[in-house]
Nanobody
């Protein structure tokens, strides 16, 4: 069964950090570009960051640029999203997604999606 599972979400104070993980099962991530997306209540799902299957190419939304880093460990079949200097407007459910592609994109046209991890930034 193909599955993506996010972990690492939670409640953090403004200025704090979190590292989200996206673990794949039922398939290997080697041939997949991975994206992180988020959706806040009442808002559209938006792309946060993505990484190509070789990790040579990444893309990051302007709203989080300089504060997030995406990385992948294909040996562990896992992709990470390190988020620093978090702000209340970063509060959302964060999803990872996979698409069988060489390149990555912040457009949510991905094949497989995780169930999401809640990130809440509040004092």
């Amino acid at each position: 069964q193909v599955q993506l599972v996010e972990s690492g979400g939670g409640l953090v104070q403004p200025g704090g950090s979190l590292r989200l993980s996206c673990a794949a099962s039922g398939f290997t991530l080697d041939n997949y570009a991975i994206g992180w997306f988020r959706q806040a209540p009442g808002k559209e799902r938006e792309g946060v960051s993505c990484i190509s299957r070789s990790a040579a190419i990444t893309d990051t939304a302007e709203s989080v640029k300089g504060r997030v880093t995406i990385s992948r460990d294909n040996a562990k079949n896992t992709v990470y999203l390190q988020m620093n200097n978090l702000k209340p407007e970063d509060t959302a459910v964060y999803y990872c997604a996979a698409v069988k592609s060489v390149y990555c994109s912040l457009i949510p046209l991905f094949e497989y999606w995780g169930q999401g991890a809640q990130v809440t930034v509040s004092s």
